[in-house]
C-alpha cells in the first residue's frame, strides 16, 4: 500500500510539473504529498541528478524538498513556507550537483508547471562547464537570449561577427576582457587588477573590440548590443 500511495504521488508530481490542469489535481496532489495546495513552492532544474533516489522527500534546514529525476535532468521542488528562496542555492550546493536553475516562487501547488519550466530556462543560463546553481531572476537578460535561439545566433554573428575570424585565443582575451570590465562595473583599473595587466591595456584591447564590432561602449544601445552578444557567445562557444 505504501509502494501504491509513493506511486501515485509520484505521478500527481509529475503532473503538476508538465503543467497539467486537471479539475481537482491540485488538491489530490496535496492531499497525498501531504503539502498545502495554497503554499509557496520553488522548482530547480537541475542538469544532472546526484544524491537521494528519484521521487525521495528530503528536508534539510527547515525546507521540505521532493525530488524527480529524468534521463540526464532532475527536477527539485521546494516547500518553501515563509523562507526567501535566496538561500536554496547555497543549500541545493551541498547536495546537488550544478549546474542548476531555480525559477520564481509558484503560489501554490498548480503554479508548478510554470515554474518549472522558468526553472529549466534559468538552468540553460548556465555556460557549459560551470556547476553554479543560479535563480532566474538573476539571469533575466540572459534568459531572453537563451529563450530564442535564432536570433541569439544572429545577434552574435552581427555584432561578434568580426571577433569570430580571429585566431582562438586572441579572440578568448579580447572577450574576456570585455567580460572583466562588465563585471567591474566599467571600470579599466579594476578590470586591470583582475586580468593581471596594466590599465592602459585593458583600454587598447577595449577600444581595438569597439573597431572590430563597430560599436561604442559608451553609447547605450551598443553597449546593450555588446552585453547581449556576450552572453549569446558565452553560452553557444566551444570549450577549450
Known sequence: MRRRSDERGRALLDALLEGRSEPGLAARAADVLGLPEQGR???VALRRGGGAPSGTAMEADGLAFLRRRRADRETVVVALGDRDP??????LA???PGPGGIGP???GLAGLGAARRLAEVALLTCPPGTTDIVRLEERLPMAL???QPELSARLVADVFGPLLTLDPADRALLVRTLDAWLECGGSAGRAAGRLY???NTVLNRLRRLERLTSRSLSRPRELVEMMLALDAFRLTAPQP
Do not use: I, K, M, N
Open 86 to 91: 535566496a538561500v536554496l542555492a547555497g543549500l
Open 105 to 107: 516562487v509558484a503560489d
Open 41 to 43: 513552492y520553488a522548482v
Open 94 to 96: 551541498r547536495w546537488c
Open 197 to 199: 595587466c596594466h590599465r
Open 145 to 147: 537570449v537563451v529563450s
